[in-house]
C-alpha cells in the first residue's frame, strides 16, 4: 500500500521542574534529509535520534525540534556576583563623574541582562530523564508514521482512480480504429488520382504500399503495452511499501507507450483521447512525487 512522505508528530513530556515537547515533521524529497534542533544537553544523542529516523522513516526531508520549558526552579542559572559588582562599581564611578544620581534599583535590573551577569552551570544528561525523551520521540515518530499511512490512503484511492481512467480511455480506442483506416486508405487514393491516371496505377503495388503504410500506424502492440503497464502499475501498488520511485518508473513507461500511441494516431477523435490520458498521467506523477 502507498505510504505519503508528509507526516507530522508531536510528544509532550511533564518532567521534574521541565516540559519536553518534541515535534517532527516530513516532507517529500528524493532522499533522506535530517535536520535536528535539541537542546545542548542533549546533543551527544544526536546520531542516535538520527538513526532511530533513518530506521523508521526511510526517505523525506524531515526536520526534528525538542523544546524545554521550566516549570520549576531554575537551580542551574546563577547570578555571577563578580561580574555583577565589577558592571555596578563602573557604573557608580561613570554616576559620579557625570553628576547624574544612579537609582540602584533599576540600574540592578539592567546589570542583570548584560553579558555574563548570569551563568549556567554545566549539566550532566540524565540517562533516566533521556530514556523518557527517547520513548516521547519514538512515540511523536510513531504518530507521523500513522499520519504518513491515512495520508498515503488518500493519494492511493485519488492514483488508482486516475489508472482506472486511463484503462477506459484505452478501451474507447479501437472503435475509431476502423473508420482511421479507411480515412487513409481514402486519402492515399485521393491523392493518386490527383497526381496519377488510373490506367496508369499497378493496383498490386497499391494495396502493398498500404498494407506497409497501415504496417506503420498500427497501434496494436501499444494499446497492449499500456494495458500491462496499468495492470503492472496496480498490482505494484499493491504489494509493496517504500515504492513511490519504481512505481515513478513505470509511470514513465505508461507515458511512452501514450505518446507513441498519440504519434501515430492519425485520426482526431485518438488524439483527444490521447491528451486526456496524458492529463490524468500528469496528475498521477504530481501525486507520485509525494509517495514514500
Given amino acids: ?22 515535534e517532527i515533521k516530513s516532507l517529500n524529497s ?47 542559572t546563577k547570578i555571577n ?17 557625570l553628576g547624574i544620581p544612579m537609582d540602584k534599583e533599576p540600574i ?8 555574563d551577569a548570569l551563568k549556567t552551570e554545566h549539566q550532566e544528561l540524565d540517562e533516566e530523564e533521556w530514556n523518557q525523551i527517547f520513548a516521547g520521540f519514538k512515540s511523536a515518530v510513531a ?29 474507447k480506442v479501437p472503435q475509431y480504429e476502423s473508420k482511421r483506416i479507411e480515412t487513409v486508405k481514402t486519402r492515399i487514393n485521393d491523392n493518386l488520382k490527383e497526381f496519377v491516371e488510373k490506367q496508369n496505377v499497378d493496383k498490386n503495388r497499391f494495396e502493398q504500399e498500404i498494407i506497409y503504410y497501415l504496417e506503420k500506424l498500427d497501434i496494436t502492440e501499444e494499446k497492449v503495452r499500456l494495458a500491462n503497464h496499468c495492470k503492472y502499475f496496480i498490482e505494484t ?24 500511441l498519440g504519434s501515430k494516431a492519425n485520426d482526431s477523435d485518438i488524439q483527444k483521447i ?11 506523477k504530481e501525486q507520485l512525487l509525494n509517495v514514500l
Fill in 1 to 22: 500500500m502507498l505510504i505519503s512522505m508528509t507526516g507530522f508528530g508531536k510528544a509532550t513530556l511533564e518532567l521534574e521542574n521541565k516540559k519536553v515537547s518534541i
Fill in 143 to 171: 504518530d507521523l508514521n500513522s499520519f504518513r499511512k491515512q495520508e498515503g490512503d488518500a493519494l492511493q484511492a485519488d492514483i488508482f482512480e486516475r489508472i482506472s481512467n486511463i484503462e477506459k480511455l484505452l478501451e
Fill in 81 to 97: 556576583k563578580p561580574i555583577v559588582e565589577a558592571y555596578y562599581q563602573q557604573l557608580t564611578e561613570l554616576s559620579s563623574e
Fill in 108 to 115: 540592578l535590573q539592567t546589570i542583570v541582562k548584560l553579558p
Fill in 237 to 260: 501498488a499493491n504489494n509493496g511499501n517504500s515504492i513511490g520511485k519504481k512505481l515513478g518508473f513505470i509511470a514513465q513507461e505508461i507515458g511512452r507507450e501514450i505518446n507513441t
Fill in 274 to 284: 490521447v491528451i486526456q490520458m496524458k492529463d490524468e498521467l500528469e496528475k498521477i
Fill in 30 to 76: 528524493k532522499q533522506l534529509d535530517i535536520n535536528t534542533r535539541i537542546p545542548n544537553l542533549y546533543k551527544e544523542k544526536d546520531l542516535v535520534l538520527r538513526n532511530e529516523i533513518k530506521n523508521q522513516l526511510e526517505r523525506g526531508k524531515v526536520e526534528l525540534s525538542v523544546f524545554i520549558e521550566s516549570v520549576g526552579t531554575d537551580k542551574d
